[in-house]
T-cell receptor, first 114, second 116 residues
Framework: KQEVTQIPAALSVPEGENLVLNCSFT??????LQWFRQDPGKGLTSLLL?????REQTSGRLNASLDKSSGRSTLYIAASQPGDSATYLC?????????????FGAGTRLAVHP | GAVVSQHPSWVICKSGTSVKIECRSL??????MFWYRQFPKQSLMLMAT?????????EQGVEKDKFLINHASLTLSTLTVTSAHPEDSSFYIC????????????FGPGTRLTVT
């Protein structure tokens, strides 16, 4: 059974710091991996989608890497800002029961203070 | 593009009543729609997967008679929580996979259900 773990569970940093969020998964037979952002009481915003054949994706100050063989992904946030404060979720696509299902980690709650 | 809406955004109901939540793909047709539940400070847990015109497939531990899913068209799926109890209070989020993409899921904004 696929398990997705995110470390750390919570992180508080001063504005301007570069930071790394970690995600690991137990079954390397994933289809793709996706990072999301969730603000309190809100739905999900997709940040980056990495296909299984790719090693990284970049969007603005965000960079996500994927190492399928070791079951790891990292999300790098450069020059953090208070507006980056949110919960960041890592999720893997697994083919199961005829569908491509998303399995989520528990998330990293990020607080960036001025 | 790829916008998914949910209605209502929040609902309060009394214990024992039923409540229906709608999930719509606004600018695409969805082969498959998914329903998730999220308890406070926890991650999203998949409840069920549905294709238009077929019965939903429920994840282990999810009561299909309590959480009724109807995928009536390629743009609409509904989740009905029957005989709701306070422990059903949660954040319910749906997602939809476009016919064209094959797998990627686009998420709705969620529905906050409170059962009193």
């Amino acid at each position: 059974k696929q398990e997705v773990t995110q470390i750390p569970a919570a992180l508080s940093v001063p504005e301007g710091e570069n930071l790394v969020l970690n995600c690991s998964f137990t079954d390397s037979a994933i289809y793709n991996l996706q990072w999301f952002r969730q603000d309190p009481g809100k739905g999900l915003t997709s940040l980056l989608l990495i296909q299984s054949s790719q090693r990284e994706q970049t969007s603005g100050r965000l960079n996500a890497s994927l190492d399928k063989s070791s079951g790891r992904s990292t999300l790098y946030i450069a020059a953090s800002q208070p507006g980056d404060s949110a919960t960041y979720l890592c999720a893997v696509y697994m083919f199961s029961g005829g569908y491509n299902k998303l399995i989520f980690g528990a998330g990293t709650r990020l607080a960036v203070h001025p | 593009g790829a916008v998914v809406s949910q209605h209502p955004s929040w609902v309060i109901c009394k214990s024992g009543t039923s409540v229906k939540i709608e999930c719509r793909s606004l600018d695409f047709q969805a082969t498959t729609m998914f329903w998730y539940r999220q308890f406070p400070k926890q991650s999203l847990m998949l409840m069920a997967t549905s294709n238009e015109g077929s019965k939903a497939t429920y994840e282990q531990g999810v009561e299909k008679d309590k959480f009724l899913i109807n995928h009536a068209s390629l743009t609409l799926s509904t989740l009905t929580v029957t005989s709701a109890h306070p422990e059903d209070s949660s954040f319910y989020i749906c997602s939809a996979s476009p016919i064209t993409s094959g797998y990627e899921q686009y998420f709705g904004p969620g529905t906050r259900l409170t059962v009193t």
